[in-house]
């Protein structure tokens, strides 16, 4: 069976056990709220490893054929300009609704981001093992490691030939179970579709919500729809894109009903592998450079979002000098976040109003009761965006071997 189909399926099941589930098994500390949990953490369960012992090999091979730094160069720029133009184009896309105004509520509640100064610090943590064990889903500090040890070992590869096996027999461990749990996403999304289904109605009840949401899904829609078919089209030789965004179908699926790119990143090398013909050292250093530098789809629903926000402040106008100012933090505060895998839109939004300042510090906190179908959307994109990034963000410096669109796994 395709994977799409068990994915889709999954999600299907998962409907129908919302459907028919008493909703105290699916409340914070309920039996199904706790296996959706578990099904979470398995499915991210090697991926950042598998990514960080990719990433020196990579390194390494590309090293010595003269390829590491123009596709990482390329693969940056490439990943920073789609960025910026998804805050672009989510300020543009809440210009084009306003006004649109969500009640100011006094009662909602967020829990504490880290301020800026200890997120950068722990990029570079005291003891090295902490890079490792972060318990928060943090992966900044281990792709750092896995860099120096890859420039470490292109430096004298004659000695880094018994680490490079090493690596390269785990590497190939790795990816085996990583094709393992890509196999049963589609049972582990069952659980994780009804706890999502069952928090999103939950956060809609009073209707509250419902003109934002709408003009949300209605530009996420257009991104998608039409804006990303258009970009490929002209970035991939004018070649046909749907196929290539059909070959990601599976990612997209598990990003958006989980609402967590983590999740659903395993299964975007596997594609990136099976479908599209990318081998391991070509996959392993663009997909660190998007994960944290390329979320556009975080950024489009961040900047979207703080536009109507700010909208909602009658005391705060919308000039075009407030424009610039949110068009360079949404980017900044983005890329901040993203050295969290973990880290959704909510995120984006709190730092980003603490950078804005002027008595709008706290107004995140409007979002918090939708902050879960923020990231749901944000994460489809982001899955969409970064598997198609691992074939046009330096397409001349990386070979591929496509299938057919019939034999996608």
């Given at each position: 069976m395709?994977?799409?189909?068990?994915?889709?399926?999954?999600?299907?099941?998962?409907?129908?056990?919302?459907?028919?589930?008493?909703?105290?098994?699916?409340?914070?500390?309920?039996a199904?709220?706790?296996?959706?949990?578990?099904?979470?953490?398995?499915?991210?369960?090697?991926f950042?490893?598998?990514?960080?012992?990719?990433?020196?090999?990579?390194?390494?091979?590309?090293?010595?054929?003269?390829k590491?730094?123009?596709?990482?160069?390329?693969?940056?720029?490439?990943?920073?300009?789609?960025?910026?133009?998804?805050?672009?184009?989510?300020?543009?896309?809440?210009?084009?609704?306003?006004?649109?105004?969500?009640?100011?509520?006094?009662?909602t509640?967020?829990?504490?981001?880290?301020?800026?100064?200890?997120?950068?610090?722990?990029?570079?943590?005291?003891?090295?093992?902490?890079?490792?064990?972060?318990?928060?889903?943090?992966?900044?500090?281990?792709?750092?490691?896995?860099l120096?040890?890859?420039?470490?070992?292109?430096?004298?590869?004659?000695?880094?030939?018994?680490?490079?096996?090493l690596?390269?027999?785990?590497?190939?461990v790795?990816?085996?179970?990583?094709v393992?749990?890509t196999?049963?996403?589609?049972?582990?999304?069952?659980?994780?579709?009804?706890?999502?289904?069952?928090?999103?109605?939950?956060?809609?009840?009073g209707?509250?919500?419902?003109s934002?949401?709408?003009i949300?899904?209605?530009?996420?829609?257009?991104l998608?729809?039409?804006?990303?078919?258009?970009?490929?089209?002209?970035?991939?030789?004018?070649?046909?894109?749907?196929?290539?965004?059909?070959s990601?179908?599976?990612?997209?699926?598990?990003?958006?009903?989980s609402?967590?790119?983590?999740?659903?990143?395993?299964?975007?090398?596997?594609?990136?592998?099976?479908?599209?013909?990318?081998?391991?050292?070509?996959n392993?250093?663009?997909?660190?450079?998007?994960?944290?530098?390329?979320?556009?789809?975080?950024?489009?629903i961040?900047?979207?979002?703080?536009?109507?926000?700010?909208?909602?402040?009658?005391?705060?106008?919308?000039?075009?000098?407030?424009?610039?100012?949110?068009?360079?933090?949404?980017?900044?505060?983005?890329?901040?976040?993203?050295a969290?895998?973990?880290?959704?839109?909510?995120?984006?939004?709190?730092?980003?109003?603490?950078?804005?300042?002027?008595?709008f510090?706290?107004?995140?906190?409007?979002?918090?009761?939708?902050?879960?179908?923020?990231?749901?959307?944000?994460?489809?994109?982001?899955?969409?965006?970064?598997?198609?990034?691992?074939?046009?963000?330096?397409?001349?410096?990386?070979?591929l071997?496509?299938?057919?669109p019939?034999?996608?796994?």
């Open positions: 395709k994977l799409w189909l068990k994915y889709a399926a999954g999600i299907l099941f998962g409907a129908a056990l919302f459907a028919v589930s008493p909703k105290y098994l699916l409340n914070d500390g309920g199904l709220a706790s296996l959706a949990e578990i099904s979470l953490r398995i499915g991210w369960y090697v950042g490893f598998l990514l960080c012992v990719n990433f020196p090999l990579a390194v390494l091979k590309l090293y010595e054929e003269k590491f730094w123009r596709i990482e160069a390329r693969s940056m720029a490439f990943s920073l300009i789609s960025l910026f133009t998804g805050g672009l184009m989510g300020i543009a896309a809440a210009l084009l609704v306003l006004p649109v105004r969500i009640p100011l509520l006094s009662d509640s967020s829990q504490s981001v880290r301020s800026i100064g200890s997120g950068l610090a722990e990029i570079f943590p005291r003891n090295l093992a902490a890079a490792f064990l972060s318990p928060g889903g943090l992966i900044a500090p281990a792709l750092v490691f896995a120096s040890v890859g420039l470490a070992m292109a430096h004298d590869p004659i000695a880094a030939r018994p680490i490079a096996n690596l390269d027999s785990l590497s190939r790795l990816h085996t179970i990583n393992f749990i196999e049963i996403l589609g049972v582990l999304l069952i659980p994780i579709s009804a706890r999502a289904l069952h928090v999103v109605s939950t956060s809609l009840n209707g509250i919500y419902s934002f949401l709408l949300m899904a209605a530009a996420s829609f257009g998608v729809a039409m804006v990303i078919p258009l970009a490929i089209f002209l970035l991939n030789g004018r070649k046909n894109p749907f196929p290539l965004i059909f990601n179908i599976p990612a997209v699926l598990a990003a958006f009903i609402g967590n790119l983590r999740f659903s990143s395993g299964s975007t090398i596997r594609l990136a592998r099976e479908n599209i013909g990318i081998k391991r050292r070509y392993a250093v663009i997909m660190p450079t998007t994960l944290i530098f390329g979320r556009m789809g975080t950024a489009f961040a900047a979207l979002s703080f536009v109507i926000i700010l909208s909602s402040y009658s005391q705060l106008t919308i000039s075009m000098p407030s424009l610039l100012l949110i068009a360079m933090i949404i980017p900044m505060a983005t890329i901040m976040a993203s969290t895998m973990d880290a959704g839109p909510i995120v984006v939004l709190t730092l980003s109003c603490g950078f804005f300042g002027r008595g510090e706290n107004g995140y906190l409007v979002m918090v009761p939708v902050a879960l179908f923020l990231s749901m959307v944000a994460a489809l994109i982001d899955a969409l965006w970064m598997g198609l990034a691992q074939v046009v963000a330096a397409r001349r410096h990386v070979p071997d496509p299938k057919d019939r034999h996608f796994i």
